[in-house]
C-alpha cells in the first residue's frame, strides 16, 4: 500500500474532523498529493491538493473556507482539516498522489497516479 488514509468517522453537522495521508514506497516521493471524494452513485470528485515542497494548495469550491490542507514533506504525510462539515460532505475520502517529480497541481482524477484505498465521512443531521 503505498498510500494509507485514516481519520474518517462519524461526524454531526457543524462538526470537524481530520483526515490523514501517509505516503510510502514510490508515493513517498510524489510531491503533488490530493484528496477526492465520492459520494455514493456519484462521480470521484476534486477536494484539495498541495504542492508539499513549495506549500501551494488548491481547493474545490465546495471546501474553500472550510477544509484546509497541509504537507510535512519529511515525513511524506498530508492532511486534511475539514471544518464545518455538512451532510453533503458525506463521502469516502481518497488520498491521491501525482507522479514523482511532477509539481503541478491538478484538480481531475486523470492527473493522480497512486491512490489510497479511501476512508469513509459520514456526516450526520
Known amino acids: 500500500v503505498q498510500l494509507q488514509a485514516s481519520g474518517g468517522g462519524l461526524v454531526q453537522a457543524g462538526g470537524s474532523l481530520t483526515l490523514s495521508c501517509a505516503a510510502s514506497?514510490?508515493?513517498?516521493?510524489?510531491?503533488?498529493m490530493g484528496w477526492f471524494r465520492q459520494a455514493p452513485g456519484k462521480e470521484r470528485e476534486f477536494v484539495a491538493a498541495?504542492?508539499?515542497?513549495?506549500?501551494?494548495?488548491i481547493y474545490a469550491d465546495s471546501a474553500k473556507g472550510r477544509f484546509t490542507i497541509s504537507g510535512d514533506d519529511a515525513n511524506s504525510t498530508v492532511t486534511l482539516q475539514m471544518n464545518s462539515l455538512k451532510l453533503e460532505d458525506t463521502a469516502v475520502y481518497y488520498c491521491a498522489a501525482r507522479s514523482p517529480g511532477v509539481t503541478v497541481l491538478y484538480r481531475t482524477t486523470s492527473g493522480y497516479r497512486f491512490w489510497g484505498q479511501g476512508t469513509l465521512v459520514t456526516v450526520s443531521s
Open positions: 514506497g514510490r508515493a513517498a516521493s510524489s510531491s503533488v
Open positions: 498541495i504542492y508539499r515542497s513549495g506549500g501551494n494548495t
